[in-house]
């Protein structure tokens, strides 16, 4: 049974930068689409960015532009650089995988099988 990690939350500024990390054990994560997301207080879970096997990645539009998602096969680590962060983007993310091999990955929350603690990221503005 894969099991994640998250790590790099904390405090920042409007504006500010942050990069989670996700580190994966029990399994190597090329074989894994990797997803993260987030809840904020009060808000139901959203999917905000993930990548697949194939290295084919999808973004929610609120962070389009902002967010980076990638992966180190090498390290087993699943990564989220966020720049330009908001207020809005207070929440916290959780990393998750899904087994299988392929072009695309999905930000359906359903479709992940295996979750991690998560970490808080919080934006003061």
């Known amino acids: 049974q894969v099991q994640l990690v998250e790590s790099g939350g904390g405090s920042v500024q409007s504006g500010g930068s942050l990069t989670l990390s996700c580190a994966v054990s029990?399994?190597?994560?090329?074989?894994?689409?990797l997803g993260w997301f987030r809840q904020a207080p009060g808000k139901e879970r959203e999917g905000v960015a993930c990548?697949?096997?194939?290295?084919?990645?999808n973004y929610a539009d609120s962070v389009k532009g902002r967010f980076t998602v990638s992966r180190d096969n090498a390290k087993n680590t699943l990564y989220l650089q966020m720049n330009s962060l908001q207020a809005e983007d207070t929440a916290m993310y959780s990393c998750?995988?899904?087994?299988?091999?392929?072009?695309?990955?999905?930000?359906?929350?359903?479709?992940?099988?295996?979750w991690g603690q998560g970490t808080q990221v919080t934006v003061s503005s």
């Open positions: 998750a995988a899904r087994r299988g091999r392929g072009p695309y990955c999905t930000l359906f929350q359903t479709a992940y099988n295996t």
């Open positions: 029990g399994d190597t994560v090329a074989s894994y689409a």
């Open positions: 990548i697949a096997s194939g290295d084919g990645t």
